[in-house]
């Protein structure tokens, strides 16, 4: 009898470039500010030229510590630069300035969850670096291309490389991992999403057979052929890229082709991966160190840095002391800025009316504007405000929501002068009684069919009162005194 054919699983490991938030280079003065005018933002030491020598940035140094921190990572003792060799066209000194054997960082890890389920995912290592310049295809993409530019404005750059360890068996897991690491980032204040180009991925993926159990072999994992796709910019084009790679891989064993070792394009507008060239073995970079870099001792920052709340204790904290619902607490430590605005709301008002207003009616008219809460961080006295209104029932909750609110993130007026301006202020007590009566009285077969049983005439009444009071009403008071007089 044939043997039956093992099942084979995608296996997967990340290496992330993660821009850190420093003001300067890390090796030099020149500004990290994105500038319109390409090759403007450079000196003699970030474009390499002789006799110029790198100073280390101590910003991107405490950056690096408390990400380390985040990912429950080891700082060592000591930790040195090294020099990675290899030419490229956006590498100005044909070497780049990075760590080798000993990273800033090592052996972390960092839990996130993908569909309800809880996992974690080793981090072998993070160590700084520089990024090398950025290049600009002209009249196609990398391979199909008339020529191509060369910017080194982002020359210099500290960047942060974060390498796991092969532990995501999905595109799906690591799009999860992407999206829980950039909130830590986030959270930490090293990182700006914002920035074109502020976290890049490659991710290594091969398909290895698995024994009974579907356990992997660590024997059949080393010797497996793997491809490495960069150029990925996205946690969806991650998934997507990732996704389309399993497929191909897949594919080729089934046609009885083997895996060639190799780096491969991920091209977003094709949704395909392109080969690029053979994929270059540790040896081929002729790591040594980096001479006019000392070697450093940070292993006592970790315990000196402060790092602030991080988005799992802020999500359970939230959900103590405010008693929010697992899905409320999610969506208000989606970012640091959001719970930041919560807890300014929640300070002055009950935390489940404010839970409401910020996590349902604010962040959906944002979201709905292709808005974020950073657009309106200066308005937190605006929303306060709004939320008061309603607290004191001042104004119904409709106008509130379909006037008031939409008119602070269209037109940028404060919630009193919308209120004014479109007299939304609740109609007192006798004209609603009036109204109410006069709704009964003009129209006796809706009363007629609400006696006989029929809900629907009672809604078609309410109608017909805050229509009267120009919406000015409240439709549960309205509802309750049409049942009382029916």
């Known amino acids: 009898m044939a043997q039956a054919q093992r099942e084979r699983a995608v296996v997967i490991?990340?290496?992330?470039?993660?821009?850190?938030?420093?003001?300067?280079k890390i090796f030099c003065d020149c500004s990290t500010e994105p500038a319109e005018e390409p090759n403007t933002q450079t000196c003699p030491v970030c474009l390499g030229l002789p006799g110029a020598l790198p100073v280390l940035n101590e910003a991107a140094v405490e950056a690096a510590v408390k990400v380390g921190t985040a990912l429950d990572a080891t700082i060592p003792e000591e930790t040195r630069f090294h020099r990675k060799n290899y030419y490229y066209p956006d590498l100005p000194k044909n070497f780049q300035i990075t760590q080798y054997d000993e990273p800033i960082c090592q052996d972390g890890r960092l839990e996130f969850s993908v569909e309800g389920e809880?996992?974690?995912?080793?981090?072998?290592?993070?160590?700084?670096?520089?990024?090398?310049?950025?290049?600009?295809?002209?009249?196609?993409?990398?391979?199909?291309?008339?020529?191509?530019?060369?910017?080194?404005?982002?020359a210099g750059v500290p960047l942060m490389e974060v390498v796991t360890e092969p532990d995501f068996r999905g595109p799906d897991e690591v799009r999860a991992f992407l999206s829980k690491l950039e909130e830590v980032l986030e959270y930490l204040g090293v990182f700006d999403a914002s920035r074109d180009g502020s976290l890049r991925i490659d991710a290594n993926l091969s398909i290895v057979e698995t024994d009974g159990d579907g356990e992997i072999d660590t024997a059949q994992l080393d010797a497996a052929n793997r491809t490495e796709v960069k150029n990925i910019s996205s946690h969806k084009g991650a998934q997507k890229a990732l996704a389309y790679e399993a497929q191909r891989q897949k594919n080729a064993i089934k046609r009885g082709k083997e895996i060639q070792q190799e780096t491969r394009h991920w091209d977003e507008s094709r949704g395909i991966t392109v080969s690029m060239r053979s994929k270059e073995a540790e040896k081929d970079y002729r790591y040594f160190p980096e001479a006019d870099?000392?070697?450093?001792?940070?292993?006592?920052?970790?315990?000196?840095?402060?790092?602030?709340?991080?988005p799992d204790a802020r999500r359970e904290r939230f959900r103590q002391e405010y008693d929010l619902?697992?899905?409320?607490?999610?969506?208000?430590?989606?970012?640091?800025?959001?719970?930041?605005?919560?807890?300014?709301?929640?300070?002055?008002?009950?935390?489940?009316?404010?839970?409401t207003w910020v996590a349902d009616e604010l962040l959906g008219e944002l979201n709905y504007r292709d808005m974020l809460i950073t657009d309106i961080e200066d308005r937190l006295d605006d929303v306060t405000r709004l939320v008061e209104l309603v607290a004191?029932?001042?104004?119904?909750?409709?106008?509130?929501?379909?006037?008031?609110?939409?008119?602070?993130?269209?037109?940028?007026?404060?919630?009193?002068?919308?209120?004014?301006?479109?007299?939304?202020?609740?109609?007192?007590?006798?004209?609603?009684?009036?109204?109410?009566?006069?709704a009964i009285e003009e129209n006796p077969d809706a009363v007629a069919d609400y006696r006989a049983g029929e809900s629907g005439a009672l809604n078609f009444l309410v109608g017909q009162v805050m229509q009267a009071t120009g919406g000015s009403a409240d439709p549960a008071d309205v509802n309750e005194l049409l049942r009382e007089r029916l």
């Open 392 to 438: 004191e029932n001042q104004i119904t909750v409709k106008n509130a929501r379909e006037v008031v609110l939409r008119g602070m993130l269209d037109e940028g007026r404060d919630p009193d002068a919308i209120v004014d301006e479109e007299g939304l202020g609740k109609t007192g007590g006798d004209e609603v009684q009036t109204a109410v009566q006069q």
């Open 325 to 355: 619902s697992v899905e409320a607490a999610d969506k208000l430590t989606s970012t640091k800025q959001v719970a930041d605005f919560y807890e300014g709301v929640a300070g002055e008002f009950d935390p489940t009316l404010a839970a």
């Open 118 to 154: 809880r996992r974690a995912v080793g981090i072998r290592r993070a160590h700084l670096e520089e990024d090398p310049g950025s290049l600009r295809h002209r009249g196609g993409s990398i391979d199909t291309a008339d020529y191509t530019l060369v910017d080194y404005n982002r």
């Open 13 to 24: 490991g990340l290496e992330v470039h993660v821009q850190l938030e420093t003001d300067t």
């Open 293 to 310: 870099l000392p070697p450093l001792q940070v292993s006592d920052w970790k315990s000196r840095i402060e790092i602030p709340e991080l």
